[in-house]
């Protein structure tokens, strides 16, 4: 790994934290994961990977393993999305977002059935919908701005 490319993913993980704070409810690091996961190097998605389940569950209020579901899901629907389409184009990742805001609803309510926390389903629906919208746009910053600033980005 460049100096470039770990510059650009600790300033994409601080950006994402910082949009997961203003923006309650949004995974904005599901995006880079796409990113790593389009760039096929194994090494930098795990270690990426492990720090997103790190910053997830350290933040989240649903049970330990919640997050570890979210991306397992968003990595499979990566890759069975894949037999069907051009994993790098915009349509791929629209689908994506709309499998993966469906999935994070299930694993929601599923996992807010392990501990009594209230359901606010207006909330909840908000969220979900904030993350099909937001994930292709940043995905699209993000792929574009890695391409421009990582030299081997790909």
Do not use: H
């Amino acid at each position: 790994m460049t100096s470039a490319n770990i510059l650009w993913w600790a300033v994409y993980i601080i950006a994402g934290i910082w949009l997961q704070k203003w923006f309650p409810g949004l995974d904005a690091l599901v995006p880079a994961l796409i990113v790593c996961l389009n760039a096929g190097n194994k090494q930098q998605t795990v270690v990426f990977l492990l720090i997103c389940v790190v910053i997830q569950e350290g933040t989240g209020t649903l049970p330990f393993g919640a997050s570890i579901i979210w991306y397992s899901t968003v990595i499979a629907a990566y890759y069975i999305g894949g037999w069907f389409f051009m994993s790098g184009n915009l349509m791929f990742i629209l689908i994506l977002s709309i499998s993966m805001g469906v999935s994070r609803a299930l694993i929601s309510a599923a996992m807010g059935l392990l501990q009594p926390l209230p359901f606010d389903s207006q909330f909840m629906l908000g969220t979900y919908v904030l993350q099909i919208v937001c994930t292709p746009v940043i995905w699209f910053v993000a792929d574009k701005t890695r391409r421009m600033l990582v030299s081997d980005a790909y």
